[in-house]
């Protein structure tokens, strides 16, 4: 299985701040990376797919790029609502993995 | 807009067989290019990928789980469900339906259902 490792585990920012999130993949996916937002006790959202292309009805404040094994999820000013755990998938090969998830809290 | 939810005990006994069911709604699970899975998250934990069927009836599993395993659909329900055999638990989770882009990308999920396996 690919393994995915998301870094921080858990980070601390305050509303309006610009946030950055990492993933690597234990081998190369190209492009195939998936970003998940999920609330407690809620399912997880797709934000992102494709390592870039936002899903629909997703805020443009959120962004993602990489390819390979590095990537990055971007908030850009940060909002109230955006405090969760996000978890990154690869959608390479079976079986699909994710990240442990990096939980953004309010500092 | 597709609508998944999840139905089946919430309680199981270690060794027997889960079962949960998911109805679909808003979408027929016939459809050509969807796929349909079931994801499982532990308790205060992370996400795990069980398997998918695909709307032709082709069948994907995680290998780490693939002998206990079966996802099948009935069409004329527009229903999917999943059955995992010899639990212990370590299968303790709330359990996801889902719908997949090919690729597994999960762009619909249903609300969750936590089943616990104990005696």
């Known amino acids: 299985d690919i393994q995915m490792t998301q870094s921080p585990s858990s980070l601390s920012a305050s509303v309006g701040d610009r946030v950055t999130l990492t993933c690597r993949a234990s081998?190369?996916?190209?492009?195939?990376l998936n970003w998940y937002q999920q609330k407690p006790g809620r399912a997880p959202n797709l934000l992102i797919y494709?390592?870039?292309s936002l899903q629909s009805g997703v805020p443009s404040r959120f962004s993602g790029s990489g390819s390979g094994t590095d990537f990055i999820l971007t908030i850009s000013g940060l909002q109230p609502e955006d405090f969760a755990t996000y978890y990154c998938?690869?959608?390479?090969?079976?079986?699909?993995?994710f990240g442990q998830g990096t939980n953004v809290e309010v500092k | 807009q597709l609508q998944l939810q999840e139905s089946g005990p919430g309680l199981v006994k270690p060794s027997e067989t889960l079962s949960l069911t998911c109805t679909v709604s808003?979408?027929?699970?016939?459809?050509?290019?969807?796929?349909w899975g079931w994801i499982r998250q532990p308790p205060g934990k992370g996400l795990e990928w069980i398997g998918s069927?695909?709307?032709?009836?082709?069948?994907y599993h995680n290998p780490s789980l693939k002998s206990r395993v079966t996802i099948s659909a009935d069409t004329s329900k527009n229903q999917f469900s999943l059955r995992l055999s010899s639990v212990t638990a370590a299968d303790t989770a709330v359990y996801y339906c889902?719908?997949?882009?090919?690729?597994?990308?999960?762009?619909?999920w249903g609300q969750g259902r936590l089943v616990t396996v104990s005696s």
């Open positions: 889902t719908e997949e882009r090919a690729g597994t990308i999960v762009d619909y």
């Open positions: 808003g979408g027929s699970i016939s459809s050509s290019h969807h796929y």
């Open positions: 069927i695909s709307y032709a009836g082709s069948t």
């Open positions: 081998q190369s996916i190209s492009t195939s």
């Open positions: 494709g390592a870039s």
């Open positions: 998938q690869h959608s390479s090969i079976t079986p699909p993995t």
